[in-house]
């Protein structure tokens, strides 16, 4: 779990939740030499709660610790973007496109105000450079916890500051280590699994932020064989739930968000060849002039399946999947590999049987 000092410079900025992750990532930097400064932003209302338990945190591994607002930014580049999508029939993914646009961003404008010239999160992966001499996110050494497709879309000024302490280290070390330090609590402590400015649902998000759940027409071969209680309520791959019976199972397939229809089919139908993907952002190269063997994740929790990246018009790429894969939805991110290299990533815009 070792790394070095960068440039000499020994002030760090780190985004601290008061979680394990961050706390133990704050005394591995205090280990390698860094002077660490934690900081907590706030991101919405709810988290407020976790400032006491961050300052706490720092307290114990005798750190300074400040707190930003950001909430403002946060419901305009985060929380709008995603209920708009929802209602467009889109399943988007925020917490990729938050990282590059609204966590590291608000963690880097503390940093330059309090005087570091770094910044660290707790994320499980690492930084490196490519052999095209540019900045990159590199799996996490941990393949259960690696965190590198969510920190496919930071750009190269962002990962040329950022520092990733727990890239060399496994969950058991973390929590081990979380107890030496005499944080037994934060040890024990669960993980989070909802979005954050969600956490009733995404059902009671979009109703309260007056999206219309009108009932529909599921479609299966052109032909209506049910209703659907509003097309927020489904995702595209989606097997249980539907409430259509048949002699195999049905999958969610797409939406059409126009006719509010929400399009089903069988396993075989709900396989994908290709993909269509925009709004990229490379790391490793600095852009695609000609088809690039590589493999591509096109979920989070996915695995990563070889393919072909071909150039299209209007900054888009064409995705040739070497085998088929379970559909996956439009707005979630495709991001793509060499190795455990991130090359970069985009959001899928059209998936293609």
């Known amino acids: 779990m070792g790394f070095l000092l960068k440039d000499g410079e020994k002030r760090i900025?780190?985004?601290m939740s008061g979680?394990?992750?961050?706390?133990?990532?704050?005394?591995?930097?205090?280990?390698a030499g860094w002077e660490v400064v934690g900081v907590t932003c706030v991101f919405t209302s709810d988290?407020?709660?976790?400032?006491?338990?961050?300052?706490?945190?720092?307290?114990?591994?005798?750190?300074?610790?400040?707190?930003?607002d950001c909430r403002v930014e946060f419901e305009e580049l985060v929380v709008a973007p995603f209920v708009r999508?929802?209602?467009?029939?889109?399943?988007?993914?925020?917490?990729?496109?938050?990282?590059?646009?609204?966590?590291?961003?608000?963690?880097?404008?503390?940093?330059?105000?309090?005087?570091?010239?770094?910044?660290?999160?707790?994320?499980?992966?690492?930084?490196?450079?490519?052999?095209?001499?540019?900045?990159?996110?590199?799996?996490?050494?941990?393949?259960?916890?690696?965190?590198?497709?969510?920190?496919?879309?930071?750009a190269q000024d962002q990962l040329a500051r950022l520092v990733l302490p727990l890239g060399g280290a496994t969950k058991e070390q973390v929590r081990a280590l979380a107890a030496e330090l005499g944080m037994p609590e934060l040890a024990e402590k669960p993980e989070s699994q909802d979005i954050c400015f969600a956490p009733s649902g995404y059902r009671a998000l979009l109703a309260e932020r007056g999206a219309s759940f009108?009932?529909?027409?599921?479609?299966?071969?052109?032909?209506?064989?049910?209703?659907?209680?509003?097309l927020a309520d489904y995702?595209?791959?989606?097997?249980?739930?539907?409430?259509v019976a048949g002699p195999e199972p049905y999958y969610v397939t797409g939406k059409n968000a126009a006719l509010n229809q929400l399009l089903i089919g069988t396993g075989e139908q709900a396989r994908i060849e290709r993909v269509v993907v925009g709004s990229l952002n490379w790391q490793a190269v600095a852009d695609l002039a000609q088809p690039l063997e590589a493999t591509v994740k096109l979920r989070y929790r996915s695995c990563a399946c070889p393919c072909?990246?071909?150039?299209?018009?209007?900054?888009?790429?064409?995705?040739?999947?070497?085998?088929?894969?379970?559909?996956?939805?439009?707005?979630?991110?495709?991001?793509?590999?060499?190795?455990?290299?991130?090359?970069?990533?985009?959001?899928?815009?059209?998936?293609?049987?």
């Open 85 to 154: 999508a929802y209602v467009s029939g889109l399943t988007p993914s925020p917490c990729v496109a938050c990282n590059a646009q609204v966590k590291v961003p608000s963690l880097m404008r503390a940093a330059d105000e309090l005087g570091c010239a770094y910044v660290a999160t707790g994320h499980y992966a690492r930084v490196a450079r490519s052999d095209e001499d540019r900045w990159t996110v590199v799996c996490a050494e941990d393949a259960a916890k690696d965190q590198s497709y969510m920190l496919a879309m930071l």
């Open 308 to 353: 072909i990246i071909v150039p299209g018009e209007n900054s888009r790429v064409f995705v040739r999947l070497a085998e088929s894969q379970p559909t996956t939805a439009p707005g979630q991110y495709a991001v793509f590999y060499r190795d455990s290299t991130v090359l970069g990533g985009g959001m899928i815009e059209e998936v293609c049987s």
């Open 19 to 31: 979680g394990v992750d961050s706390s133990v990532a704050a005394a591995l930097l205090q280990r």
């Open 47 to 68: 988290g407020w709660t976790a400032v006491d338990d961050a300052r706490l945190a720092c307290e114990r591994l005798g750190i300074e610790h400040v707190v930003r």
């Open 13 to 15: 900025a780190l985004g």
């Open 235 to 243: 995702t595209v791959g989606q097997r249980k739930g539907i409430g």
């Open 214 to 230: 009108a009932s529909g027409p599921i479609m299966l071969d052109g032909r209506e064989v049910g209703r659907h209680t509003g």
